[in-house]
């Protein structure tokens, strides 16, 4: 039998792309474009991969091999994007510290925090939520406790 040749990497790419909807256009055409890559192809394998999750922007690693084929991996959605659609806000604060533009639950917190503990370099979910919480802060985004009802 046979031995599989691994392929050797050429490089790793990380781009932050709106769900199914990866075009040859700037910043996917140009990145790709450099290492050799058909980008028409990685676009339909994103786009068909994630066009479940369409409008949320996901983090992808591509690795690129020297024979100018490809793998990707997609990552969760941005802890930031995650708390801007919680609190409902298009944008966050220009100035976080000083300009509070809006707030949202720990509840909100624990979820985002579960959500994205696989991309996270924790293991422990009250360290996750500081972890959200630090975002939250630096968005400018207040965490309110939970009130019982």
Do not use: W
Not at 48 to 60: C, D, M, N, R, Y
Not at 130 to 141: N, P, Q
């Amino acid at each position: 039998m046979a031995k599989k040749k691994k392929k050797k990497p050429k490089c790793q790419i990380k781009l932050q792309i709106p769900a199914g909807a990866a075009n040859p256009a700037p910043p996917v055409g140009p990145a790709l474009g450099q290492h050799g890559v058909n980008i028409m192809q990685f676009c339909k394998a994103f786009n068909e991969s994630t066009k479940q999750k369409e409008g949320i922007i996901l983090p992808v690693i591509i690795n690129v091999y020297e024979d100018r084929s490809f793998d990707f991996i997609v990552k969760s959605p941005p802890v930031s994007f995650l708390l801007k659609r919680a609190a409902n806000l298009a944008k966050a604060s220009s100035q976080a510290g000083k300009e509070i533009v809006g707030e949202v639950t720990k509840a909100q917190v624990l979820d985002i925090a579960k959500e994205k503990m696989p991309d996270l370099n924790t293991r422990d979910l009250d360290a996750a939520a500081r972890i959200v919480e630090g975002t939250a802060r630096s968005c400018g985004l207040t965490v309110k406790k939970n009130e019982e009802k």
